[in-house]
Structures are given as C-alpha cells and as structure tokens.
C-alpha cells in the first residue's frame, strides 16, 4: 500500500479517523493537564578522615585539616555507607521521619574522593526540599551509628561534611511527556487501524457481493411456436440451423412453378383460380475429372434426374393426393 492509497483510504474514511485525532488530542492536553509534574532536588555530602589519621597524616603542630587527607579507604566507605543507606531498613526510618519521595544516593559522577550524591525525586516542591535535607541528616547520623556499633572510638570515626546543600526542586518532564505521548500517539494509532479495519471489511463485503450477483442473461434465440415438420398444431419449431454456403463442386437444383395438374389432365378446374405444383429438378454433381479406364479417359454416366413434385390444394387440407414419385 503506497501513500496515495493510504491518503485515498483516510479521505473515504474521514468520518471515523477525524473524530479519532481529536481524542487524540484531547487525550494528550488532559494528559499533561492531569498528570502532576515531577521535581527533583539533589545534594552532595563528603566523608573525612578522622582526627587522629588527619594528624598522623599532617604532621606539624595545629595541623588538623582533613580535606588534605583524601585517601581510597574514604571512597570504600562512602561506598558502603550509599548501599546502607538504600536497604529496607533505613527506608522504613526515613519513612518514619516524613520522607515519602523516591530517592537514589551513590557516587557523585567523575568525583574522585569520597562524595555521595543524594536525589530525591517528588511532587511537592516545599516537602521535596525539607526531605532532601531530612535524607542528609539520616546519613550523618547512620554513619555515625555504624562506627559506635563497631566500637569505634570517637578520635578514630569517618566524619561527613556537606558540600552542596539541598538545591532548588526542578521540574522533569520527561516523564511527564511520555504519560502525553502514550496517551496521543496510541490513540492515533488506533484511529489509524481502526480506519484501515473498516476499509479492509467494506471491501471484503463489496466482493464477496460481486461474487454473488448473477450473471448477466444472455438473449436467447427466438422460437417459433406452429406446425411443427409432422404437421402437429402448438409444437415448438426445431431450431433454424445455419446455412451452408453450396459446395462449387455441386450443380443448384432447378425449381419450376407450374399449374398442377389433375388426375383428368384437366389444369386449374378444381377450384376458382387453379392450384399450382412445385417441381424440383435435381441434378448430380458433376465429377471434377474423367477416371480411367483401360488406358482410355472416360466420363462416367451422370445418373438419372430425380423429379418431386408437391401440390398445393386448400380443399385437400395440406394433403396432395396427386404426389408422383412418393414425394
């Protein structure tokens, strides 16, 4: 099927496939209209050394900062920490504490120490906000728990900053968008089958019409009711067959109209006017060459000429009773 067929097909069918597009469309405007857009806020925190491995690493008095210390045992950890932080358990706590939103923690992209990013994906702006700062919180104190749980000493225990606070939700509308697209695009395709449908059964039906309707009638030879060749008044004359052009091998009979003639020898007395007789002269063919015969040509005798003879007479009712030669 080309693209003119398809724009013929969508012509004939306008009535289905243009209500369609508009609830198409209409379904798409409700859909955006309807569906609550999504936010996102994001946050990033950092773990530290402790107290004492910042001083056994910056030796020197009053030399106690520890972003001069990022070793790879921090990452493990701040590692560690991300996967603690998404397990059932800490997501019933921070349930408890308000936080309904969808939220993902792990390594902040391309960092190379031990940076852990918070997102937290919601609806509310306001409460998207509070509970990014709420999942931050958590994090210092589950650290802090896991180190006390593992008698961990208070000058030995990783420590967290916060490098970039809570940021301002914003709004994604991807998701959104896809909500949109299902609900317009898979409306228009339906309209679109739907019209291709209901074409495909219309002109299954157009056929399978044509295949039923009778053929045309042919007209038929006329017949001609009368005496039939017996003589027999209402049988149907035998069909006329078509005539043969005579051979030119073959001499045409002679046919001479004469009076009748009577048994008396008397012509034209039985009735006012006379009756007249059809005499039919029929000659052999001729032969095409002389046959041989003992070294000789000859042409052989022409058989006798046969005479009929048929008379029409009203008063004998289509009976002659003077026929010669049994005609």
Not at 63 to 84: C, I, K, W, Y
Request: without cysteine; aromatic residues 4%; proline residues 9%.
């Amino acid at each position: 099927m080309d693209l003119g067929e398809i724009i013929s097909v969508a012509r004939a069918r306008w009535y289905i496939l243009l209500p369609m597009l508009v609830l198409a469309v209409g379904l798409g405007m409700a859909a955006f209209v309807l569906v609550p857009t999504s936010y996102q806020s994001t946050t990033t925190v950092s773990l530290l050394s402790s107290p004492a491995a910042t001083d056994a690493a910056t030796p020197g008095e009053n030399n106690d900062n520890p972003f001069l210390n990022f070793n790879g045992s921090l990452v493990a950890t701040a590692d560690f920490l991300g996967r603690s932080l998404q397990s059932t358990d800490a997501q019933a706590d921070l349930l408890k504490m308000g936080v309904t939103e969808d939220f993902e923690v792990g390594l902040a992209e391309g960092a190379q120490g031990p940076f852990l990013t918070f997102t937290v994906t919601g609806t509310d702006q306001d409460h998207l906000l509070a509970s990014t700062a709420t999942i931050a919180r958590f994090a210092q104190d589950k650290l802090a728990k896991i180190q006390s749980e593992n008698g961990v000493k208070s000058q030995d225990m990783v420590r967290m900053t916060e490098i970039i606070p809570p940021q301002k939700p914003e709004p994604q509308l991807k998701d959104k968008l896809k909500v949109v697209i299902a609900a317009g695009g898979g409306t228009t395709a339906l309209a679109l089958l739907l019209t291709f449908v209901v074409e495909s059964v219309a002109r299954s039906r157009r056929r399978r019409q044509e295949l039923a309707a009778p053929a045309p009638a042919t007209a038929a030879a006329p017949t001609t009711v009368g005496t039939g060749s017996a003589g027999v008044p209402g049988r149907r004359a035998p069909a006329r067959q078509p005539q043969q052009p005579p051979s030119p091998a073959r001499d045409e009979p002679t046919v001479q109209v004469r009076p009748a003639v009577l048994k008396n020898g008397a012509e034209g007395r039985a009735k006012p006017g006379g009756a007249e007789e059809t005499v039919i002269l029929v000659r052999p063919p001729t032969s095409p060459a002389p046959r041989p015969e003992g070294g000789a040509w000859k042409t052989p005798p022409a058989p006798p000429s046969t005479t009929y003879r048929s008379s029409e007479r009203s008063y004998h009712r289509g009976r002659n009773a003077d026929r010669l030669n049994g005609s």
